[in-house]
């Protein structure tokens, strides 16, 4: 099952974080995009709420994992689509990496 919020197929130009058990990417990657992904991406781009915003998905699982933890693992993937192209895909995956990583060590630390 894939999470997909308001995104497009997974493309990335970074190497995502992978996990042992394509589980423990699902419970995490859920976890992550229901506390708030979506607005924290957005919030670190400075989008203001009135301007088209950038909507984010997190993918673990439904595609060839090898291609994104050739060492073996399952990925937490981000996707994206900005509607209106009205940003950098290089920042946008930049931050939305930054965010995800720091998501991440928070989830580490809670639990």
């Excluded at 995490?28 to 670190?44: H, K, Q």
Aim: charged share 25%; with cysteine; net charge negative.
């Amino acid at each position: 099952m894939t999470l997909i919020g308001c995104a497009s197929s997974p493309e990335t130009t970074y190497q995502p974080p992978c996990f042992d058990t394509v589980d423990e990417a699902r419970t995490l990657g859920s976890a992550i995009f229901l506390d708030g992904f979506n607005e924290r991406v957005n919030y670190w781009l400075n989008i203001d709420r009135q301007s088209p915003r950038v909507r984010f998905g997190l993918a673990y699982d439904g595609f060839d994992e090898t291609k994104y933890c050739p060492s073996g693992g399952y990925p937490i993937v981000i996707i994206y689509d900005d509607e209106f192209g009205h940003h950098k895909e290089e920042r946008v995956m930049k931050t939305a990496q930054m965010v995800l990583k720091n998501m991440i060590r928070q989830s580490v630390k809670e639990s």
